[in-house]
């Protein structure tokens, strides 16, 4: 009976491949970049994410099944009436388009098997699988023990406020959900989020320091501009190799440091230049007659990627090492400005953590301004409905992958109860026709592979039906005449 169901499931799926496909580039043509700075009554992260999400329930709706605009932030469609909740998410919002495209972002094509626009990937291609989801059990009139509720965001990849607003307004979440916004199969941990903004006090002679734009990515450059003498001071440099002052011509010295880049959740292989360039130019000046004390504090506590300056120091066996990255700075009148990103495994004590470094912080007369944390997720490995959903991926795929763990974040951060699993297929299918560093999913001409997306929704198919199916009529669809949802 099994495999027969899964031959019917295969034979749906390639006889509604094509019409898949279009509805998905349909999604795409769509631009949807959240931008809360223009935001409008109803359109919290304005009117392109509000047209994208009436869009999307449109389709939802069209089909027959209930859906609700839940103000602007998330939206939710239907399939049962039942009490109790199986929950799928996937976001609506993109990253902006960026240079460098081939293609066009917003006029998708198909090529060599694979879709390309911006969203394809992440994370239209997931609302799509949900909407054939539905589709493939209101036609099949499968009776669910629990309701199946799709529910998409519109401001994922600006911060998750989205499903925060919903949540703080009194909006009510299935008990358990899968997030359809990563890669199979399940990650049954995320390391916490602990985002700070500090303002550090930086002596006389410093007049500018700066590097970075985005807090979560480790800055390849900083700039650092004191008061002296060139000559002196270049002198003084000459040894560091990656340090190269220049002559501003009215008593004061640029430094330009040269570090490497990278992503703040994987420190291995990076080299922060800021704090690069405050520990090197603290100690190559003299102290009596340099005043640039700020430096020796930022050296200290933020050049360890680690967390070990700021007493943060962790790891755990679940979720790994804990990871600090200072990635802003910017000067002011009341004096440096760093924006931290850290991301600690899900054992650690954060609170008397956050404790402790507020002392370092005030015994160094510096300010903590603002902190933002975001809990871990953890869901263990033996939890019988990450069992169902490993299985289901073993059986689709054959392939043996274990649960994995990983640095965040996605909506399981900020969603109790949703576990992240796919849709993306470590199959190592990469487009030929595109050159290195395209195709990516927040790069140019992000692609979506069309048949390991198939297989995503077979995935999730079997996933679903094993843990929201009535086993009372499981087995013999066809016959069952579902009363919530008329065909
Ligand atoms: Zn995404």
């Not at 699988?129 to 994922?156: Q, T, V």
């Not at 004191?226 to 003084?236: F, K």
């Not at 405050?278 to 360890?304: H, M, Y």
């Not at 903590?368 to 490993?390: A, G, H, N, T």
Request: charged share 25%.
């Amino acid at each position: 009976m099994k495999e027969d169901r899964e031959r019917k499931i295969d034979e749906w799926v390639e006889s509604h491949r094509e019409e898949m496909t279009e509805e998905l580039m349909e999604f795409v043509r769509r631009p949807s970049v959240s931008r809360a700075d223009l935001a409008e009554p109803g359109a919290p992260y304005g009117p392109d994410a509000r047209k994208m999400l009436d869009f999307a329930l449109e389709r939802f709706g069209s089909f027959g099944f209930r859906t609700e605009n839940h103000g602007g932030y998330v939206g939710s469609a239907w399939y049962g009436d039942q009490e109790e909740e199986l929950g799928f998410y996937a976001h609506l919002d993109v990253v902006p388009e960026g240079p460098g495209w081939i293609y066009e972002p917003y006029n998708p094509l198909i090529k060599d098997g694979f879709v390309i626009g911006r969203g394809a990937d992440d994370n239209k291609a997931a609302a799509v699988i949900g909407l054939y989801l539905m589709r493939y059990m209101k036609e099949h009139r499968i009776r669910l023990k629990k309701s199946f509720r799709m529910m998409f965001g519109c401001a994922e990849e600006t911060g998750m406020d989205d499903f925060k607003q919903y949540q703080a307004q009194g909006g009510k979440l299935p008990d358990f959900g899968i997030v359809a916004d990563c890669g199979f199969p399940v990650c049954f941990a995320q390391k916490g989020g602990w985002n700070a903004d500090i303002c550090v006090p930086k002596g006389a002679d410093i007049l500018d320091f700066s590097a970075g734009n985005v807090r979560n990515a480790c800055p390849g450059e900083a700039f650092l501009c004191i008061r002296g003498d060139a000559a002196e001071i270049t002198a003084l440099l000459a040894d560091y190799a990656d340090l190269t002052a220049e002559d501003q011509g009215d008593g004061t010295v640029r430094i330009h440091a040269k570090g490497r880049g990278g992503h703040a959740a994987f420190p291995q292989g990076t080299d922060n230049a800021a704090t690069k360039l405050a520990e090197q130019v603290f100690e190559a000046l003299p102290q009596d007659r340099f005043d640039i004390l700020g430096l020796s504090f930022i050296a200290k506590t933020f050049r360890n990627p680690f967390g070990e300056g700021m007493g943060f120091a962790c790891e755990d066996e679940i979720s790994g090492q804990l990871s600090s990255n200072a990635g802003v700075f910017r000067t002011d009148d009341r004096g440096i400005h760093i924006f931290l990103d850290i991301r600690y495994p899900v054992s650690a004590p954060i609170d008397a953590m956050t404790e402790s470094f507020k002392k370092l912080l005030s015994e160094n007369g510096a300010v903590l301004e603002s902190l933002s944390i975001e809990k871990p997720f953890y869901i263990d490995k033996e939890d019988p409905r990450v069992r169902i959903l490993q299985d289901c991926y073993r059986e689709i795929t054959g392939r043996e992958d274990e649960p994995y763990a990983m640095g965040g974040g996605t909506y399981s951060r900020v969603i109790p109860g949703a576990v992240s699993f796919g849709p993306g297929l470590r199959n190592g299918v990469k487009p030929e026709f595109l050159p290195e560093g395209h195709g990516g999913a927040h790069g140019p001409d992000e692609v979506l592979h069309i048949e390991s997306w198939l297989q995503a929704f077979k995935i999730y198919l079997l996933s679903i039906l094993r843990l929201a199916e009535d086993e009372e009529t499981a087995g013999t669809p066809e016959e069952n005449e579902y009363p919530g949802t008329p065909v």
